[in-house]
């Protein structure tokens, strides 16, 4: 017999709902990645590389043209001199950068911080390193934060703070102040950061991205961690990486090396000669403004409530106006009765029955956004 590590988890609602879009042939706004197709003359960069026989193992923390051209981009966009060779890890996708910096810094009995609504993959990684998860709510009208009861909640015992800015799912984006008040959490504790900076290109309405590797308190106390698949509409390729100090990165390639070991070769070449231009991150937030901006606009008559998001390619969809219900009982009426999957936000929360919102997905194309929208619009009138 086994004993389960992780009793009170189930499948991941992302493979959950995929899977009911599939089973009832309904357009999947779920999972977050895109149904088009990525820059052809990547994909022909990969083939170059694999024609040229960059097919064996990278070295461990990474290709060295890759990591030094994700410092030099990191110098560009957050004015941060990164060691190609100290401080930058390549990994195979945000969820193992994450699950790899977690297990590394994570003892038993540590107190950990998130913020709920909470990307999926924290909670599990924290308890199967011991750790005690610490979830703090964020304001359920504009996912912001209450810094003071961020402050109450740290003691002796908090080892770790997760934050994600652009917030799946809520699209909220760290302001000045917020950066100012996790400087001065910084300076006076003795803790770190895991700053999960995925959607850091995907930014709307002339807002600008904070990274923690713009603020030298953060910074020093951080691993912030980014994934290719967001940027460069690859979320298939599962490749990011890890930004930290000599000390911290040392840790985290502890782990890497018996976890992963090395990451995907000639994919790795591509993306170096593929970074070395800003062109395709600068047109992110047009790009998917522009599909932001058509969706709410093709929803409009709908029954639902929304606040544009800030960034990240999801919005949320407050349906509490069609129907007194749970949410996942609301997406799978949706998805059986409606004819589009959605991801509903109870399961980002550690206490059930939180959430009055249903979250979409919307890097898709047009075509897809139109009839989507138009099936929600519907179903939103006929309850
Ligand atoms: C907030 C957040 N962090 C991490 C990830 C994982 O990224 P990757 O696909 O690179 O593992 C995702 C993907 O959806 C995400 O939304």
């Not at 389960?4 to 779920?30: E, R, W, Y």
């Not at 981009?73 to 950068?97: E, L, M, N, S, W």
């Not at 770790?160 to 909220?172: F, K, M, R, T």
Request: charged fraction near 20%.
């Amino acid at each position: 017999m086994i004993n389960s590590k992780l009793p009170g988890i189930g499948q991941s609602i992302f493979a959950v709902m995929t899977k009911m879009a599939n089973d009832f042939s309904a357009i999947n706004l779920s999972q977050g990645f895109p149904d088009f197709n990525c820059d052809e003359q990547l994909i022909e960069l990969v083939r170059k590389y694999a024609l040229q026989g960059f097919n064996q193992y990278a070295p461990m923390p990474g290709v060295l043209k890759l990591r030094e051209a994700i410092s030099q981009k990191t110098k560009r966009f957050y004015g941060f001199t990164a060691d190609p060779d100290k401080h930058i890890t390549v990994a195979a996708g945000a969820t193992q950068a994450l699950f790899t910096a977690i297990t590394a810094i994570v003892e038993r009995g540590d107190e950990v911080i998130i913020f709920e609504p909470a990307y999926d993959s924290y909670l599990p990684a924290i308890l199967l390193s011991g750790g005690i998860p610490v979830p703090i709510e964020l304001n359920e009208n504009d996912f912001s934060y209450d810094w003071d009861l961020v402050k109450s909640k740290i003691n002796s015992r908090t080892k770790l703070i997760i934050v994600n800015s652009p917030h799946n799912p809520s699209g909220y984006m760290f302001t000045e102040n917020d950066m100012a008040q996790l400087c001065e959490i910084a300076e006076n504790n003795d803790l770190l950061f895991i700053s999960d900076e995925v959607y850091e290109h995907i930014t709307f309405d002339g807002r600008k991205h904070l990274s923690f590797l713009s603020y030298p308190q953060l910074s020093a106390k951080s691993m912030v961690i980014s994934s290719f698949g967001k940027t460069y509409h690859t979320t298939g390729w599962k490749m990011g990486y890890v930004i930290a100090n000599e000390i911290l990165t040392a840790e985290f390639r502890k782990v890497h090396q018996f976890n992963v070991f090395a990451v995907n070769t000639p994919i790795q070449y591509a993306y170096a000669d593929f970074l070395a231009d800003d062109i395709h991150p600068n047109a992110l937030p047009g790009f998917y403004e522009k599909k932001r901006n058509y969706f709410i606009d093709e929803l409009k008559g709908s029954a639902f409530d929304l606040t544009p998001a800030s960034g990240t390619y999801f919005q949320l969809l407050d349906y509490t106006k069609i129907i007194k219900k749970d949410d996942f009982l609301f997406a799978e009426t949706l998805v059986k009765d409606g004819g589009v999957s959605v991801i509903p936000l109870s399961p980002f929360y550690s206490q059930k029955g939180k959430s009055r919102y249903i979250r979409i997905c919307f890097a898709k194309t047009e075509k897809i956004l139109k009839t989507a929208a138009e099936k929600l619009r519907e179903y939103s009138l006929k309850r």
